[in-house]
Structure formats: structure tokens, C-alpha cells
């Protein structure tokens, strides 16, 4: 078996040394027409031996450790970089995992912790809940504001208007009309954490935070990882950003890079780098140098996409197994997950389901970053246009409702045990047909036990909503 194998069924290539012992030990399948241990490997579809998995994992974290900063690399190809990321289906399909779990969920407003039971509080609550639910347009302003987790922050600004009519109280109070999004390009974010204003034609920007004048409740900021050495904030895919280009790069590339360094495979080739720093920097300043000769056009380049049937020398699916190895290392770095994920892509559905919560474990931490931007810009300054200082105290906090409805075999369990259920649910939540009329109904006889499919699929039912047969039943013959 490969090097790569064990690591392509689904766990991230370990970037450490002791990752990569934590990864030794797990029982690896083994081919039993493999070579014994200790003999030469040539491409990553041979066997290795475990002391190879060690230098190999040590050499590529140490060219990895070798690379210069993401973030460095990335400011140099520019903004447009991000986009470009963002469009590639491995990254793209991660980022949707997360947004889709936070899109769309109902923002409600509640008191302070230490003010639930107050009843100004609750007014300034509801208020609040009240004006944003009518006048914003939520799912899109949250969909922007979650763009900070790819562009480290999101500007959006509050557009105001007077409630003339006196809708959600005295007539004239200002009340947020809509959030109109903002490029991140035509801003920056200085060491002070001020939002400044790039391209307002003076110099050095227009500082627009923290609120003052005209700027005041306007503004929305919403910051990815914020630290006070990193008042920009951090990108997830700062994390991928190597694992990325590496992609990117094709097996023309690869295969190049082998042929520069006189080794015959990728397993070679990074282990080459375990101990020994020179050859790894030397390494990683090569890689890192012919992949921006590569982004920009430059005469001489390795060529990443020149050879369209490159001649692998049997190394094709060594590259396809560092390929995957790569993906899944993305997958990792956004998700924080990859086993699972993949066990769960040939129908090990327990590690699926943990997998889910890991994913919805990672969503809900961006959810709670945006609860408190939302708190701290929308749900306060729309409270301070009404109520003015005496609001101060009573700030609403906003909640994403995380609650899950129940599925139909709790919905049916709890009504056998006897606890009272909604009926209307039946037909709304769940899709139940409602009957035209009294001589539509039908009720099961009085004593009979519902059976009720479980989840998934299930034989001749798979298909069957509730249990009930699809496909036609054959005729006794």
C-alpha cells in the first residue's frame, strides 16, 4: 500500500511529527502482494515502511514550516485571490456546510441575562424584534456579513429612516430602512482597530470607527477571529492557502519539481527534507518560487498545465493519492473535520452523524461571533434611536435559533406516551395530506400501534414518505 493510502481514507495529512506517530498508530490494511518492510520504494503505490511514514510527515512539515506566511504570500497576489479560492469546488463545498447551517435561521432578540424578568427590558426586546424582522432583509445581510470568514471582516452600513407613520412607535424615530453591503477592498482595518476608508481621497483613508459625528450607528464591522495583534481579523482559508496552490499547480508541475531534485517519487522527494532544515528551506523556496512564476505568466516557469499527458512513469497515481491527501487537508483546515466526513461518503452512518455535529459545532462558533456583532451595532443602536440612554442598561442580545423540530418518530412517539403535540404540526412541519373534509378522514382503529420507517433508507420503503408504499405492489399471480 501507498503512503498516502492511509491518510486518503479519510484522515488529514498529519503537518507534525507527532501527528504523524498518532496516525502509526492505526491499523493500516495491508496488500499481501506487497513487498516486505525495508524495501525500496519507488512510487507512493508501493509499500512503505513505518519509518518512512515518520520521515516523509517530518520533511513535509518541515518544507510546509519552510514556506513563506500565508498571508504574505496571499497579500501579494492581491484580493482577487480570496474569490479565486472561494470558487474552487473543494473550498467552496466546505463553505457551504457552515453558511447554510447559519443562513437563514431566525435572529430573536432577548433581555440582557441579568434583566430577563425586567419589564423595560423586555419591551426594548421586543421593539427591536419587532422593527428588524419587518424592515431588514436578514437572510441577505447575514449571508454578507458571513463573508468575514473568507475576507478576515465584512463592512455593511446602516441606512436609516424616519418612521413617519409611527409603525413601531412615536412617529419620526429612525428605525434601520436596510443594511447596504460594502466592499472589503475599499477598506482597511488599522492597528487601532479603526475602520478606515480607503478610497476617500485623502490621505492615509477616512477613519470611520469608533462612532463620531456623522459616522455615528452607521458602520457594521464584523470581524473574523479578531486578536489585538490582528485587529483585521483572520481568514479560514489563510489555514489552506499552500495545500491550495499545491492543488492548483497540476501534475505537470509535480512532476517537474521531481525531475529538478533527482528523485523518482513524492515520497522521496519530502523525505528527502526529514531532518535536515537546508533542504527543506531550499525546497520550500523553490516550490514557493516557480508556483508565483506560475500565477503570473513568467517565461521559464515549471509548467503547470503545458503537458496535458504528461509521462508519469508509472507516478500517476502516486500524484492522484497526494491529490486527495491535499483535499482532505482542506477539508481539515475549514471544517476542522475529515474522517468522519468521508466514512460517512460510503454509509457508516453513526461517524456521519458525528461528523454532522462536528460540522454544526464549527458553524455554531461563527453563529456566535455574529450574535455579538449583531448585538453590539443593530440590536443597540436601533434601541438607543428609541428609547435614547435609558436604553443603555437594557441592550437586547441577539439569539440564532439553533432549536431543531422534532423528527416524525418523536412527533408520533410523543403523542402514543401521551404528550400533548400540536396537530396542525402534523400538516405543516411534517407534510401530513390534511383531509378535504369529515368524509376524508381516516383514523386508525382504536388500539392499533403505528409503526412508523425509520430515517433513511429501508428496503421496499425507501422511497416511501411516513411509511407508505411507492412503488406497486405485484399482483398474486
Known sequence: ????????????????????????????????????DGAPVQVLTGEVRTDQVRAVARGYAAVMDAMPPAAVAMA??????????????????????????????AIEWAPPEDMAGDPFAQEVAAYVQRVTRSELNLRADVE?????????YAVAQVVWRPDTEGAYGPAGVLVPDRLRSERSEDFRIDREGTLVAVRSGRPGGLALTPPAGPFDRKYIVHVNGAEPDVPEGVSVLDGVYWEWKFLRAGMGFWLDLLDRFGVPSL???????????????????????????VAAGTPGAIAAKSIEVPNTGGRGQDFQLFMTW???????????????????????????????REVDGVAQWFGDALEDTMSRTVGRWTALMRYGPAAAQAFPVA?????????FEEYVTASQNGIPVSRDAAYTVYNVPRPADEEDEHLAPSGSVAVVTPSGPAGDFADAPFGRRTRPTPRAT
Open 76 to 105: 501579494e497576489e492581491g484580493a482577487d485571490v480570496y474569490r479565486r479560492m472561494e470558487q474552487d469546488a473543494e473550498v467552496s463545498a466546505c463553505l457551504s456546510q457552515i453558511r447554510r447551517r447559519i443562513i437563514g435561521r
Open 144 to 152: 454578507h456579513l458571513l463573508r468575514a470568514i473568507t475576507r478576515r
Open 399 to 407: 439569539r440564532l435559533d439553533w432549536r431543531q423540530p422534532a423528527t
Open 267 to 293: 515520497v522521496a522527494l519530502f523525505e528527502s527534507a526529514s531532518g535536515d532544515a537546508d533542504e527543506a528551506k531550499k525546497m520550500a523556496q523553490l516550490i514557493a518560487s516557480e508556483l508565483a512564476k
Open 326 to 356: 491535499l483535499e482532505k487537508r482542506i477539508r481539515k483546515g475549514i471544517l476542522a473535520t475529515t474522517l468522519t466526513v468521508d466514512i460517512s461518503d460510503v454509509g457508516a452512518r453513526a461517524q456521519g452523524e458525528v461528523s454532522e
Open 1 to 36: 500500500m501507498g503512503l498516502f493510502d492511509g491518510w486518503a481514507i479519510g484522515r488529514a495529512a498529519p503537518a507534525t511529527a507527532a501527528e504523524a506517530q498518532r496516525d502509526l498508530d492505526i491499523e493500516r490494511p495491508r496488500d499481501p502482494n506487497a513487498e516486505a
